[in-house]
């Protein structure tokens, strides 16, 4: 099991910036990848950005140049941060941390929403 802990949503003018961070704990040992998705109203869950536990990072075509991921781990959790730049509209949407075991298996927060509005 993964207990999955978010924070870093919120209100933000179109510009602007914020940093999502997502703190992973239980059986960190098999974590393959942790990331974020977002859903906004009326629209599917997206891929926003992933970061494998060789640093690999992928990102959306719609936040790339403007979205960086990175992990920290230690002995009792792993966490991941999101921070996003020059935040537009179109950013606006709940916001969900990903976690993927080598096994397949997905946990998912509980969602955090990011608004982007003047």
């Known amino acids: 099991q993964v207990q999955l802990v978010e924070s870093g949503g919120g209100l933000v003018q179109p510009g602007g910036s914020l940093r999502l961070s997502c703190a992973a704990s239980?059986?960190?040992?098999?974590?393959?990848?942790m990331g974020w998705y977002r859903q906004a109203p009326g629209q599917q869950r997206e891929l926003v950005a992933s970061i494998t536990n060789g640093d690999t990072a992928t990102y959306a075509d719609s936040v790339k140049g403007r979205s960086t991921i990175a992990s920290a781990r230690d002995a009792a959790k792993n966490t991941v941060y999101l921070q996003m730049d020059n935040l537009k509209p179109e950013d606006t949407a709940v916001y969900y941390c990903n976690v993927r075991q080598f096994t397949g298996r997905d946990y998912w927060g509980q969602g955090t929403q990011v608004t982007v509005s003047s």
């Open positions: 239980g059986s960190i040992f098999r974590i393959r990848a």
